[in-house]
């Protein structure tokens, strides 16, 4: 493993940070670092069952370095809030994977705003309202035009 890759640090906001190995936890706040460090990359969130609001959104800013992000059961979070993400990671290269399962408020708007995520390669809306959307097939169409990399699971 070369110095670049053990550098790599992927990190959950649980502070279950994973150091390139799905084995090693770093389970110590105080060994993350206080201030900006070019070595340290944030790769992955899991900010599931948070119970985030939109402003709490604002936190994602200029993390061009994202590849997952879990935002799983936050109950707050609705079609605005789908809108701010869509607009935080509109020039992301990184991010592959958004899951937004089990939130009853984010409808199929919502996910129609995530289309300007262009390196979105999973979306997962399992148990949202668009999930139960009527159409919902022809929305997951109509978003694969636009985006044909992406994989939308809502079963």
């Not at 670092?33 to 900010?47: G, N, V």
């Not at 899951?99 to 809306?125: A, F, Q």
């Amino acid at each position: 493993m070369n110095s670049a890759e053990i550098n790599r640090q992927q990190y959950s906001v649980r502070r279950h940070g994973i150091l390139d190995q799905p084995d090693l936890w770093e389970t110590d706040h105080k060994k993350l670092p206080k201030t900006f460090d070019k070595k340290y990359r944030l790769l992955s969130i899991d900010a599931s069952q948070l119970n985030l609001i939109y402003e709490g959104m604002d936190n994602l800013i200029l993390l061009y370095e994202l590849e997952e992000l879990n935002l799983a059961q936050n109950c707050k979070l609705d079609d605005w809030s789908c809108d701010k993400i869509a607009r935080i990671f509109r020039n992301s290269q990184k991010l592959t994977y958004l899951n937004l399962s089990d939130i009853p408020l984010i409808t199929h708007k919502g996910i129609e705003c995530l289309h300007k995520i262009n390196s979105l390669k999973t979306l997962v809306i399992k148990g949202t309202k668009a999930a139960n959307f009527p159409f919902i097939e022809l929305l997951v169409l109509m978003y694969n035009e636009i985006n044909p990399g992406c994989k939308i699971i809502y079963k």
